[in-house]
């Protein structure tokens, strides 16, 4: 059973489309993430909910919206995608907000064209 | 805010080498420490962690130890296998709940 799992794997569109993401864990857990990898690997987080509730809401472009629609589920709209928003856009979650480990999806490819 | 600096890679081993990736971070309070490992194509999955000062966390022969002193959390495994090749996250957890902080990662080759 997977634990994490987001759909598409990968996403090739145009720049000023939009798309979504979608992620869900099995694991019960009450917290989940979205982070961005760049080309270089590097990796920053952008969003997290708690129970639907959003936690953390780092620098990002109001072009990207998450969703919570329950515990389980955890979205990641574009509007108007750009080149610079080529990525690998990981999903996480972890039982609470603490010190717990996040266990990450295998991340979605996407590629703005 | 919080911080991880991490040892810059590429890293590139023979087989049976000894490994070490330097990690330190800035933190206030009492952070959780851990380190991550990417595989090609994969997501994240932890390798390891420490919760408090001085402990230490050990998983499939790499080991890391807490050093508050250092503000230090290094990477270590006495023999690297070729299938240890993959990216290193050196990650904290702090006061700021539900936030990890990550290094830029280091990425490990080993060859035959």
């Known amino acids: 059973d997977t634990a994490v799992s987001q759909t598409p794997k990968y996403l090739v569109t145009q720049m000023g489309n939009d798309k979504s993401i979608k992620c869900e864990q099995n694991?019960?857990?009450?917290?989940m993430y979205w982070y961005k990898q760049d080309s270089k690997k590097f990796l920053k987080i952008m969003f997290s909910y708690n129970n639907k509730e959003l936690i953390i809401n780092e620098t990002v472009p109001n072009r990207f919206s998450p969703k919570s629609p329950d515990k389980a589920h955890l979205n990641l709209h574009i509007n108007s995608l750009e080149l610079g928003d080529s990525a690998v856009y990981f999903c996480?979650?972890?039982?609470?907000?603490?010190?717990?480990?996040?266990?990450f999806g295998p991340g979605t490819r996407l590629l703005v064209l | 805010g919080d911080s991880v600096t991490q040892m810059e890679g590429p890293v590139t081993l023979s087989e049976e080498a000894f490994l070490t990736i330097n990690c330190t971070y800035t933190?206030?309070?009492?952070?959780?420490l851990f380190w991550y490992v990417q595989y090609p194509g994969e997501g994240l999955q932890l390798l390891l962690k420490?919760?408090?000062?001085?402990d230490k966390g050990s998983n499939k022969g790499f080991e890391a130890t807490y050093r508050k002193e250092t503000t230090s959390f290094h990477l270590e495994k006495g023999s690297v296998q070729v299938s240890d090749s993959a990216v290193y996250f050196c990650a904290l957890t702090g006061t700021n709940a539900g936030k990890s902080t990550f290094g830029d990662g280091t990425t490990l080759t080993v060859k035959p």
């Open positions: 420490a919760t408090k000062a001085d």
């Open positions: 933190a206030t309070g009492y952070p959780s």
């Open positions: 694991l019960g857990h009450d917290t």
């Open positions: 996480a979650s972890s039982q609470g907000t603490g010190v717990e480990t996040q266990y």
